[in-house]
């Protein structure tokens, strides 16, 4: 089992779970996160239950969620990041992916709430950063609803829902109307070790 062994940058609780730092280039904390980042329900664009990642199932909270990606936003403001959306219901050019959250945006019940309080929302990022995430896009979510089978070697891109995926087709910036080219998506990462039997992660190499 390839999660067995090796080392790692962080101790793994230094996050609220979804997302494992093995190894860190950076964690990034500037620039303020937008309101609706602890109000967007999950997923916040793709709602049908057909397209509904399986990762997802237990999962009721509101806002963004740690492991999944943020993204630049000047709907809001110069500096501002979040979750997806569209605007005037189409897919957003200005939409940019920069990381992935390292927590949910509202934190944990019976611990302390920096994001709320400070309203900033840090991501990590960097080409070299090694993560393990237990949150990804286990269905296809444009033209269908087919399952999604992972390899290690897969190129991996932010979904129209923000989370990661192999399937081109269902990245945010494929869907901007005009944009429908491999060479207007940014690459997140490679998979590294693939969800298994024995891997409940999913295991990256970071590229952005």
């Given at each position: 089992m390839p999660?067995?062994?090796?080392?790692?940058?962080?101790?793994?609780?230094?996050?609220?779970g979804r997302i494992q730092l093995f190894h860190v280039v950076t964690r990034n904390?500037?620039?303020?996160?937008?309101?609706?980042?602890?109000?967007?329900?999950?997923?916040?664009?793709?709602?049908?239950?057909?397209?509904?990642?399986?990762?997802?199932?237990?999962i009721t909270k509101k806002g963004v969620l740690?492991?999944?990606?943020?993204?630049?936003?000047?709907d809001i403001?110069?500096?501002?990041?979040?979750?997806?959306?569209?605007?005037?219901s189409a897919y957003a050019a200005a939409l940019k992916p920069l990381g992935l959250f390292i927590n949910d945006a509202i934190g944990n019940a019976f611990e302390n709430t920096p994001g709320p309080a400070s309203g900033r929302a840090p991501y990590v990022c960097g080409s070299g950063s090694c993560v393990g995430v237990s949150l990804w896009e286990t269905q296809q979510q444009i033209s269908g609803s087919?399952?999604?089978?992972?390899a290690a070697g897969d190129l991996l891109y932010a979904s129209v829902n923000g989370l990661l995926t192999n399937r081109i087709q269902d990245a945010?910036?494929?869907?901007?109307?005009?944009?429908n080219?491999?060479?207007?998506?940014?690459?997140?990462?490679v998979v590294k070790v693939a969800?298994?039997?024995?891997?409940?992660?999913?295991?990256?190499?970071?590229?952005v």
């Amino acid at each position: 089992m390839p999660l067995a062994q090796g080392q790692g940058s962080g101790d793994f609780r230094e996050t609220s779970g979804r997302i494992q730092l093995f190894h860190v280039v950076t964690r990034n904390a500037m620039g303020l996160v937008t309101p609706d980042a602890f109000t967007q329900d999950t997923p916040p664009i793709v709602t049908a239950s057909a397209n509904k990642s399986t990762t997802l199932a237990s999962i009721t909270k509101k806002g963004v969620l740690g492991a999944t990606v943020a993204f630049t936003r000047p709907d809001i403001g110069n500096g501002y990041h979040g979750g997806p959306v569209q605007i005037s219901s189409a897919y957003a050019a200005a939409l940019k992916p920069l990381g992935l959250f390292i927590n949910d945006a509202i934190g944990n019940a019976f611990e302390n709430t920096p994001g709320p309080a400070s309203g900033r929302a840090p991501y990590v990022c960097g080409s070299g950063s090694c993560v393990g995430v237990s949150l990804w896009e286990t269905q296809q979510q444009i033209s269908g609803s087919s399952a999604l089978v992972y390899a290690a070697g897969d190129l991996l891109y932010a979904s129209v829902n923000g989370l990661l995926t192999n399937r081109i087709q269902d990245a945010y910036q494929y869907n901007v109307s005009g944009q429908n080219d491999p060479d207007f998506v940014t690459i997140m990462g490679v998979v590294k070790v693939a969800p298994d039997a024995y891997n409940t992660l999913m295991v990256l190499d970071l590229r952005v």
